[in-house]
Nanobody, 122 residues
């Protein structure tokens, strides 16, 4: 069974930094991409950043220049370094594994973590 476990959320003052981590565990053959999404109260879930297995990276315009995504294919892990945080970054951040194929399976599936709260406030 595949699990995505996130860590690193918390409370930080405006201008501060946080680093999120997400590790996918289980009998994993490959993952097409891993990324981070967020959902703020009253808003829809939105893409924050994604990195493909080949290293292609996409950022939301709102986080470009402030957030950095990185990954380790061998460890099925993705990180999100968040700098210059703003109150509008406050949200629950979710890790996503896109088109993950398990050992012995032919079909890919998407998986989500349980979410980690990031609060930016003075």
């Amino acid at each position: 069974q595949v699990q995505l476990v996130e860590s690193g959320g918390g409370l930080v003052q405006p201008g501060g930094s946080l680093r999120l981590s997400c590790a996918a565990s289980g009998s994993i053959l490959r993952i097409n991409a891993m990324g981070w999404y967020r959902k703020a109260p009253g808003k829809q879930r939105e893409l924050v950043a994604v990195i493909t297995r080949g290293g292609t990276i996409t950022y939301a315009d709102s986080v470009k220049g402030r957030f950095t995504i990185s990954g380790d294919n061998a460890k099925n892990t993705v990180y999100l370094q968040m700098n210059s945080l703003k109150p509008e970054d406050t949200a629950v951040y979710y890790c996503n594994a896109d088109r993950l194929v398990q050992v012995g399976s032919m079909w890919p599936n998407d998986y989500w973590g349980q979410g980690t709260q990031v609060t930016v406030s003075s």
